[in-house]
C-alpha cells in the first residue's frame, strides 16, 4: 500500500450559500488537498491527513466526517484542552476573502511533539504542508515540524510544499518570508503562486521563482500562475509551460490552489510526466473555481464534462 499524507489544519467552514445563508461544512488548504487527492489516487494508495483536534462533539463530528471522506485518521492527535478553529468566506466576483477564529485550535501545537510527528511521517511516500501549516504554529513548532519533515525526507519520502500566503496569520512580512524559505528547504517538490511570490519575495517573472526554489534544493517546481501560463521546471525534465484555457466563468476560487496541487501531486506519484501532472492539476482546478465552496464532489460524478 503507498501511502499520502497531508499535515495542517482542517476547520469548520462557513460558506455563502443562497437567501444571505451560509453552509457549514469542514475544510483546510491541505485537507482540500488530500480530498482531492484520495479522488484521484487508485485504490492502492492510502490517503491521510494529520492534525491535532480536540475532545469535544464538534472535534467527534470532524473526524467522523474525514473517515466518511475515504481519508486516513490515524495521524490525528487528540487534546482535551483545545477544540477546532473556524472559518467563515466571503465572495465579491468570485474572489474569495477569509474571516478566522482559531486562537483555540489543537492545529497550533502539531510541531509539539517531535515523537509522534516522525511515527506518523515514517513510512509515507508523500507528505504535503504548506505556508499555512507553518502560518499557525509558534516558531518553535515551525522548526520542528520543519526538522521532521527533513528527517522524512532522509528516509526517502517525497515531501511537497505549497507556499499558500495568508499574510495575516504571519508575525510579520520578514518572519513569513523566512517562513517560506525554511519550508521550501525541506521539498523535494514546491508549488508557488506568483502573485504571491511578486508580494513576498518582489519577483520580476515566474523564473525568478523557479531559481529561488532550485536554489534550496527542490528537485521540481510548479509556479501557479492563475489564468496566466504556469512555469514549471523539474530535474528530471526541464522546463515546461502551459497554458490553460479559459474557464467560462469562475464562481468561487477556494481551494483553487489546493486541488491544483491534489492533481499535479497524484500524477507524479503514479510516475506521470510533468507535462500530464500540469495538465491534469489545471483542468481540476478550473472544475472546481466553476463551483461554490472549497468540495465539489459533484465534479467527480459521471456526466460532469
Partial sequence: MNRFLCLGEIMVEMAPAEGGLFHMGYAGDTFNTAWYARRLLPDDWSVGYGTAVGTDQVSDDMLGFIAAQGIDTQAIRRDPARTVGLYMISLANGERSFSYWRGQSAARTLGDDPAWLDAILTGQDVVQFSGITLAIL????????????????????????????????????????????????????????????????????????????????????AVKNGAEICHVWSKDEGDYRYDPPMVPKVVDSTAAGDSFGAGFLAARAQGKSVAEATGQAADLAAKVIQQRGALAPQIFQKGTP
Fill in 138 to 221: 509558534p516558531p518553535a513548532g515551525r522548526t520542528a515540524l520543519c526538522a521532521a519533515l527533513m528527517r522524512a525526507r532522509a528516509r526517502g519520502t517525497h515531501v511537497a510544499f505549497d507556499t499558500n500566503l495568508r499574510p495575516r496569520l504571519w508575525e510579520d512580512a520578514k518572519t513569513m518570508a523566512q517562513g517560506l524559505l525554511m519550508g521550501a528547504g525541506v521539498a523535494d517538490t514546491v508549488m508557488p503562486s506568483f502573485d504571491e511570490e511578486q508580494m513576498a519575495f518582489g519577483d520580476i517573472t515566474p523564473d525568478d521563482t523557479i531559481a529561488r526554489y532550485r536554489g534550496l534544493g527542490a528537485t521540481c517546481v
